[in-house]
C-alpha cells in the first residue's frame, strides 16, 4: 500500500518511479479521487457548522414568538442534517475507491534494482557450482528410469486432474527428506524460529500480503470464504499484523514447511510436463519482520540462507538480480535463485529472495515503537523460499542421474534416508 501523502508531495517522483516498472503514471488519477474525498469531508464539516449554528438559534426564535423564523431555521437543521449524512456516505464511497485503487498499484523499486523491461534484463550476480558433464544425454526428471516407477501423474490425474502428482516409494521419502533438511538448516544453522501455520487464511490476511485484490485468481478460495494459502509468506508475514512491536524484538525471522497451491491462472502451457509447476506444490518459506534501517541487510542475510541449501546439495546455480520490469508486485527488491536442471540444459528459478519495505506493513498496519520512544513506525518484511521442495526434487534427481536410470543422492541427505543414497530402478532406496 503507498502514502497517500507521499503522493500528494511527490506525485513526479511517484510517477517516475512506476515508469521504472514501466508503467504509465498514475498519480494524477489517484490525487483526482484523493482531492475529491477531501473536497467531501470540507463540504460536511461546513454543513455540520450549518446545521449547528442554526441548532442554536431555533431555541432563540421559539422564544421570541418568530414563528417564521423558528420554521426557517428547524428546516435548515433538517436540510444540513441530511446533507452531512449525504456528505459523508459520499466521503466513505470515495475513501474506499481510493484505498481499492492504491492497494492495485505495485510497490515503487528500490533505486538498486537494476533497469529492465522483462527477464532478459535480469543481472546475473553470482554463480556457484560446476554445471555436471554427461557420458550420454541427460534426461528430464519424470523421464529418468527410476523416478518414473515412483512419480505418477495418471493417478494425480485421475485424483485430481491435470497438474497433480502422486509420489510413492524412494522418491516420495526422497522429498520429505528435502524439506525436514531445509527446515533443520534454518533452524540449526540460520537462526530462524520454526512455525506450522494455518494453510487457509482469511481475506485480511491475503489482503494484508498484497495477494488481493489483484491476484485473487490465482489462488484457490473455498466456499465459506477462506483462501488456501499460495505460500506460507501469507500466514507468517500477517501474524505481527496490527501489532506494535518493541524495536528490540527485531528482527523476527520465521520459516515454515507448507503445502502451497495455486491456480496458475495465465500459465497454460508453460512447463505442462513434469512437476514443475502444479496447483499443489510445498516450500519452505522463510519471513523476516525488521526495522527499516535493517531490511538491505536481511535480504542479503536470507538470500545466504538459500543459496546455502544449494550449496550443501552440491546443485550449481546462479542468482539475478531481477530488474524493474520483471519484479513482483509486492517487492522492492528481488534476487532470484536459479538451479541448474540437466534435463533442461537450462537454469530454472528455485527460489526468490524479495524485499517489500513498508508496502504490506502499510495494508495490514504493522508498526515497531522505536528504541527512543518516538511516534510508532512501520516495519519492513521480506520473504524467500528457502526452498521450493518440488523444484529442489527435480533439481537432485536431476543432476544425480545415471547412464543406467538410477540416481545417486547427495551425501547430505543420508542421515534423512536412513544412510541410502541411490535411487534404484525400481524406485527405491538403496
Known amino acids: 500500500m503507498h502514502d497517500i501523502k507521499s503522493i500528494r508531495e511527490n506525485p513526479d517522483a511517484f510517477d517516475a518511479s ?3 516498472r514501466g508503467l504509465d503514471g498514475m498519480s494524477a488519477d489517484i490525487l ?10 470540507v463540504a460536511a464539516e461546513e454543513a455540520k457548522a450549518a446545521q449547528n449554528k442554526a441548532s442554536k438559534e431555533v431555541g432563540a426564535a421559539k422564544a ?3 414563528e ?11 436540510e444540513k442534517k441530511a446533507e452531512v449524512a449525504q ?23 528500490a533505486e538498486a534494482a537494476p533497469e529492465g523491461k522483462d527477464e532478459d534484463d535480469n543481472v546475473e550476480v553470482k554463480t556457484w557450482g560446476d554445471v555436471p558433464s554427461f557420458d550420454f544425454e541427460p534426461k528430464e526428471h519424470y523421464e ?6 515412483s512419480m505418477d501423474f495418471e493417478t494425480g490425474a485421475k485424483l485430481s486432474g491435470t497438474r497433480f502428482v502422486v509420489l510413492k516409494g524412494g522418491v516420495a521419502r526422497i522429498h520429505r527428506a528435502l524439506a525436514q533438511f531445509m527446515i533443520d538448516t534454518h533452524v540449526d544453522e540460520n537462526g530462524l524460529t520454526e512455525v506450522n501455520t494455518p494453510v487457509m487464511v482469511r481475506d485480511e490476511a491475503m489482503y494484508g500480503t498484497d495477494k488481493l485484490p489483484k491476484f485473487g485468481d490465482d489462488s484457490y478460495q473455498t466456499t465459506n470464504g477462506w483462501w488456501l494459502i499460495p505460500t506460507s509468506e501469507v500466514p507468517l508475514t500477517y501474524s505481527v499484523a496490527g501489532d506494535v512491536l518493541d524495536a528490540a524484538q527485531l528482527p523476527i525471522r520465521m520459516t515454515a514447511h507448507s503445502l502451497c497451491f495455486r491456480s496458475e491462472a495465465g500459465s497454460a502451457g508453460r ?27 536481511e535480504q542479503a542475510r536470507m538470500l545466504g540462507c538459500a543459496e546455502g541449501i544449494l550449496e550443501k546439495l552440491g546443485v550449481a546455480y546462479r542468482t539475478v538480480d531481477l530488474c524493474t520490469g520483471d519484479m513482483g508486485f509486492g517487492a522492492r527488491r528481488t534476487f532470484d535463485i536459479e538451479a541448474w536442471l540437466p534435463g533442461q540444459n537450462a537454469y530454472r528459478e528455485i527460489s526468490s529472495v524479495s524485499t517489500t519495505g513498508d508496502f504490506q506493513a502499510r495494508r495490514m498496519n504493522a508498526r515497531f515503537k522505536p528504541a527512543d520512544g518516538g511516534k510508532p513506525e512501520f516495519v519492513h518484511t521480506l520473504n524467500g523460499s528457502g526452498l521450493a521442495v518440488g523444484r529442489t526434487l527435480i533439481a537432485v534427481l536431476e543432476n544425480g542421474q545415471n547412464a543406467d536410470g538410477t540416481v545417486t543422492l547427495p551425501a547430505v541427505l ?10 534404484t530402478l525400481e524406485g527405491t532406496l538403496a
Request: glycine share 4%.
Open 18 to 20: 512506476l515508469a521504472r
Open 32 to 41: 483526482a479521487i484523493d482531492s475529491a474525498r477531501r473536497a467531501m469531508i
Open 64 to 66: 421570541r414568538g418568530d
Open 68 to 78: 417564521a423564523e423558528f420554521e426557517r431555521l428547524r428546516a435548515l437543521v433538517a
Open 87 to 109: 456528505l459523508n456516505e459520499d466521503a466513505k464511497a470515495k475513501d474506499a475507491e481510493l484505498t481499492d485503487a492504491l492497494a492495485r498499484i505495485p510497490n515503487l523499486p
Open 144 to 149: 529418468i528410469a527410476s523416478v518414473q516407477a
Open 271 to 297: 512447463d505442462t510436463s513434469g512437476m514443475l509447476r502444479q496447483h499443489q506444490f510445498e516450500k519452505v518459506e522463510m519471513v523476516s519482520i525488521t526495522h527499516p534501517d535493517d531490511s538491505d541487510a
Open 414 to 423: 543420508a542421515p534423512y534416508l536412513g544412510g541410502k543414497t541411490t535411487l
